[in-house]
């Protein structure tokens, strides 16, 4: 009789449990840790990733290389590659040069610095009547977005965190100075301007027949400003020019100086009373004690001109019609500046609390392009000479012009003289860039 064949028991048993830890392997290796299925997705993710940024970086190559075809200058902007290394606080750890589309018009953000943004307007710019105060620290992925438009206008800088009265909740007054970017984007824009083509004198000094009105003393100093106005020739004033010339600006008190806790350490800081009656050599050493002391210099004549050039046919300010605005021109600078500071006679939103000496920043109608009472509240020390024996010059308007007399007599652009050492006048501080620093 024929035996049968076929499979026993056991052996089904064991085939069973070979078939279940196969299996069991099979599925870690499929769903565990380092798994197939896991790191396939992983690697389509991080390629998808990968061709997005790659494409990201396409588009700005191919922008960019179109602007050069239109005329532009073509160059790869930072923030498709980059962005600028800062602190905890959000400060620049290096130096950052932050170029835009324009040619020549940029800002360097220096160390220990930042950009911020202003309440009123919710921007980097305020308006007159808006609120100027600072907001935040704007955060380093926007640095390298800043436009020339908003260069133009008036960026402001901090060095430090936003904080008040060393943090306290009902703190007033800043733990931070406040300065304002002065682009120079050409050697046109920086030069020293007699401003005397008003009242009938010519550019050379020379009175016609157009009659005459205001202070001889203007005239005939500020025109006759090549032979009798002169800036200290020494290596700081030189490399005050470098400095400008390599990074295409200067940085500017964003308000006028008051005294800082430090003995004769000046600040800018908002809501602060000026410092008075101080002489222009206590003044330059003021300056120089501040902490950034190798930085941080009162300005020059010729500054302040540039800064009056940057800002004719550029900054809005106020008008005699409260809540108007304009364009600021010439008339405004060599004419009747009481439109947009603190005479006796202010106009419009200036008119505000205006014929005594106030606070720095307290109206909001007195500033142009983010700098506040540069016209008016308190005349300013500034480096010019006047070239007969130890005269300082100092330069614009203050509160008390306009009563009784007309505030076109001490515009903006004014500018007289006084003993170096006789404590009348005020002084505004400005950050400089010194090549070889």
């Known amino acids: 009789m024929k035996e049968k064949s076929g499979i026993t028991l056991i052996a089904l048993v064991i085939t ?6 196969l299996a069991g392997v099979a599925l870690a290796t499929l769903t565990g840790q380092g798994n197939i299925i896991g790191n396939a997705e992983n690697a389509v993710g991080k390629y998808n990733n990968s061709v997005s940024s790659e494409q990201q970086l396409l588009n700005e190559i191919e922008k960019y290389f179109q602007n050069y075809l239109e005329g532009g200058n073509g160059a790869i902007p930072p923030e498709a590659i980059d962005i600028p290394e800062v602190d905890e606080n959000g400060l620049a750890t290096e130096n950052t040069t932050i170029t835009t589309e324009e040619e020549n018009v940029q800002i360097v953000i220096p160390k220990g610095f930042a950009p911020v943004i202003l309440n009123g307007s919710n921007s ?11 907001k935040e620290i704007m955060p380093a992925d926007q640095w390298y977005n ?3 438009e908003q260069i133009n206008q008036g960026i402001v800088i901090v060095d430090n965190a936003i904080t008040y009265d060393n943090g306290q909740i009902t703190g007033t007054v800043p733990d931070f100075n406040e300065y304002v970017w002065i682009p120079i984007p050409d050697d046109t824009k ?3 301007i007699a401003w005397t083509t008003r009242f009938g004198y010519d550019e050379n000094g020379v009175y016609g027949d157009g009659g005459t009105s205001g202070r001889t003393q203007f005239l005939s100093l500020s025109a006759e400003l090549n032979k009798t106005w002169d800036n200290k020739i020494e290596p700081e004033y030189s490399n005050m020019v470098d400095s400008i010339d390599k990074n295409k600006g200067f940085y500017i008190g964003r308000y006028e100086a008051s005294e800082g806790s430090t003995e004769k350490n000046v600040q800018s800081k908002r809501q602060q009373n000026p410092w008075t009656y101080i002489s222009q050599g206590d003044a ?3 300056c120089k004690n501040n902490i950034d002391s190798i930085n941080m210099l009162l300005m020059y004549g010729i500054q ?3 800064i009056l050039n940057w800002l004719i046919n550029n900054a809005v300010i106020g ?3 409260i809540g108007k605005t304009k364009i600021m021109d010439l008339e405004d600078i060599q004419g009747n500046s009481n439109a947009w500071a603190n005479f006796g006679n202010s106009t419009g939103g200036a008119a505000v609390n205006n014929g005594i000496v106030q606070k720095t920043g307290s109206n909001e109608y007195w500033k142009a392009n983010n ?3 540069l016209a008016g509240n308190v005349s300013e020390w500034t480096q010019e000479r006047y070239s007969t024996g130890n005269a300082g010059g100092y330069r614009g308007g203050n509160y008390g012009d306009g009563i009784p007399e007309s505030s076109d007599d001490h515009p903006v652009a004014f500018r007289s003289h006084d003993s170096d050492t006789v404590e009348r006048a005020y002084i505004r501080i400005t950050y400089q860039f010194f090549c070889n620093k």
């Open 304 to 306: 302040w001109d540039s």
């Open 284 to 286: 330059i050493s003021s």
């Open 16 to 21: 069973i449990i070979v078939l279940l830890i």
């Open 146 to 148: 800043i436009t020339a």
């Open 190 to 192: 920086f030069k020293r």
């Open 124 to 134: 980097t710019y305020s308006l007159p009547g808006q609120d100027g105060s600072v």
């Open 371 to 373: 700098i506040y009472d």
């Open 319 to 321: 008008t005699e019609n």
